[in-house]
């Protein structure tokens, strides 16, 4: 992997939330890259309930400042920077005070999903794009991580498929078993035919629920890795299907050459 670039997005990583399969992957992946000497940029969105000043978060004002158009409102975007501590890996997260000052990250203290997701998820693709076009840093793999992120697949292949710096990237999808009950807001789909996507994958957001984001973001991804042993039977049934390059699953000790041959000899090949 050296020398490679390798840009992970995801909707949590460890030490910054509580470790899950795939915030412990979003940073054990990176980490795995970096220490072959490929370069790494980690994006996630800067939760209400992570702590700045003990991670030592700081705003990169040549990167904020510009505002995102979210049905048709405008929503300025703040990219907040830290390190991992020992790892030299940087950080960025994307920032909003509607959608990201309060103190939890999907749901409320009820566990009930926030009612702006569908928004934030849109706003969260859009603000990673935009600063890696600031960034001017031309990623070989953009590898997802999250429903949070599902949306971003779409996006580079949809909004912003003339855009120069992604068109030799490759876009891989990590599958978990991270779910939620219920569905996003039923007018998501009026949200992203807003921005001038409709297309057939998009008819999917008619129901926009934890299977439908992630069949949208396969839709639109290069290669699928399995996240999870055991995944939701309806995406099971989905990757059994697909012809595209999927990776079976394997933990956290074990992932490291497996990921390091899928990238190198299929995601890059394909």
């Known amino acids: 992997m050296k020398d490679k670039r390798i840009l992970y997005v995801s909707s949590e990583v460890v030490p910054y939330l509580p470790e899950t399969e795939i915030s412990s992957m979003s940073f054990e992946a990176p980490r795995m890259v970096n ?5 790494i940029r980690i994006f996630m969105p800067r939760f209400g309930n992570i702590n700045e000043r003990r991670h030592q978060l700081h705003e990169v004002i040549r990167l904020s400042g510009i505002n995102l158009v979210i049905n048709d409102l405008d929503m300025p975007l703040i990219i907040k920077v830290a390190s991992i501590p020992k790892e030299r890996i940087q950080v960025y997260f994307i920032d909003n005070e509607d959608y990201f000052k309060r103190k939890a990250t999907l749901t409320d203290e009820d566990g009930k999903l926030f009612s702006d997701n569908d928004e934030r ?3 969260f693709a859009k603000g990673v794009i935009e600063t890696v076009k600031k960034l001017n840093w031309a990623p ?6 999250g429903w949070l992120a599902s949306l971003l697949p779409l996006y580079l292949k949809e909004f912003y498929k003339t855009e120069p710096l992604f068109t030799e990237s490759k876009i891989v999808t990590s599958v978990y078993n991270q779910s939620f009950d219920g569905a996003l807001d039923n007018s998501m ?3 992203v035919s807003f921005d001038g996507i409709d297309t057939e994958a998009t008819k999917l957001l008619e129901q926009p629920d934890y299977n439908n984001l992630m069949k949208i973001a396969i839709d639109n991804s290069d290669a699928i890795i399995r996240g999870s042993e ?4 309806e995406l099971d049934t989905y990757l059994n299907d697909l012809t595209k390059p999927v990776l079976d699953y394997y933990s956290i000790e074990e992932f490291a050459d497996p990921y390091t041959e899928f990238y190198t000899n299929t995601v890059l090949n394909s």
């Open 35 to 39: 220490k072959q000497g490929g370069q």
């Open 121 to 123: 998820a849109i706003f």
């Open 140 to 145: 070989d793999i953009i590898h997802v991580n």
């Open 189 to 191: 789909l009026a949200k």
């Open 230 to 233: 055991e995944l939701p039977a």
